[in-house]
């Protein structure tokens, strides 16, 4: 009879809340093809049995503490929230500003990861760079940067080095996340144009010089990451409508991936939403798939939609009014699957360390090892409540 492991870190990820406000929610791919590279797929079972990891998305939008990104965009939704009493072009050059304004001397990257650790995570992931083009790392390819910032001077200027680095002191899987899209960008939104949508604003038949300088720009900065920043676990690519099958929008994903591999070998790839071989493992959002998945994935969650922002009070506050927002127990074991919180750094680099994590470090110290086989059948709702009797570092009874 198949058996599936129950991890005990699935605890800390309870013990979060969220507000399911109205927001943007990634479609998943419906279709998974398997890698073939040996070591992808050596990687990929070892990134299966990892379980619990994080996201920090960090760049100028926790300058002002707003959603990533997307507030430059000019499309009408509610999760987006713009300055209504400013112009659209007159908000985003305030927005571009935030660069002169990002020096974040109290960077400690090492108190992330350690705190990623204490509550039982076994991998991390970072923004290198998110929609809005501005990059978390020292590229020689464009000027807008934290590297090229009034924190330049600093030692640590090459913020996501410094990131990886501290993942990796912590034994932690690292990840680069990048955005295909670049809202800064001349080549993917041409200042000639107005920017109505997330798309690059220019028809790329009538001006295939101009798409085809954002294809090797995006190489550029892909291979500076591959080449420059150590040991890289998992390339994450965000911003689905660019590569779109179907669409003019694509990147040479081939000539890309083969760059990433030899320097990288092993490395996977997340390219969201995009099926095909470049998506070892599929992401959807904010909600458990409603039927087992036969294929790897992993559930995005941020820990505060309204203000993404990491407010871990807030977050258990609402775990013990609303448990509508969790997923049970059963989803748990019956659907192996990856659990990634998103949390956001504050503006002043300072993660909050808060009470969830706490309750990790205390619930957990290496708990994350600690598994039990249960059989499909079992009698998981008995379970719920239950005290925990455990030999050896695992559980051999529950008790009521």
Known sequence: MKSYKLLLAFTLFLAFAFNMKAQYVHERSDQYTPPEDSLVIQKLHHWQDQKFGMLIHWGLYSVAGIVESWSICSEEADWIPRDSTMA??????????????????????????????????????????????????????????????????????????????????????????????????????????????????????????????????????????????????????????????????????????????????????VDRTIHGKYENYQTPEQQIPDKQLPYPWKKTINLDIEHFEFQAKKALSQAASDLSVLPSLREQIEMERNKINAAKAEAEDKLKRAEALEIGAEIGHGTLERTVEITIGTDIDALMGAEILTEDGKIIAFRE
């Open 88 to 269: 659209y072009e007159d908000y985003k050059k305030w927005y571009w500003g935030l660069k002169d304004s990002f020096n974040p001397t109290r960077f400690d990257p090492e108190q992330w990861a350690q705190a990623a650790k204490s509550a039982g995570m076994r991998y991390a992931i970072f923004t290198t760079k998110h929609h809005d083009g501005f990059n978390m790392f020292n590229t020689a390819f464009s000027d807008f940067s934290i590297a090229k910032g009034p924190f330049q001077t600093d030692p640590r200027a090459d913020v996501a080095k410094y990131v990886f680095e501290a993942f990796r002191n912590n034994d932690l899987m690292v990840g680069a996340y990048f955005s295909k899209p670049d809202w800064h960008s001349e080549y993917y939104w041409w200042p000639r144009y107005a920017t109505p949508r997330r798309t690059q604003n220019y028809n790329i038949d009538k001006n295939p010089w101009r798409w085809n300088q954002f294809k090797e720009f995006t190489y550029n900065q892909i291979g500076e990451l591959m080449h420059n920043y150590g040991p890289i676990d998992i390339l994450w690519l965000d911003g689905g409508w660019v590569n779109n099958p179907g669409t003019k929008s694509v990147l040479d994903m081939d000539r890309i991936s083969q760059m990433a591999r030899q320097a990288q070998p092993g490395i996977l790839f």
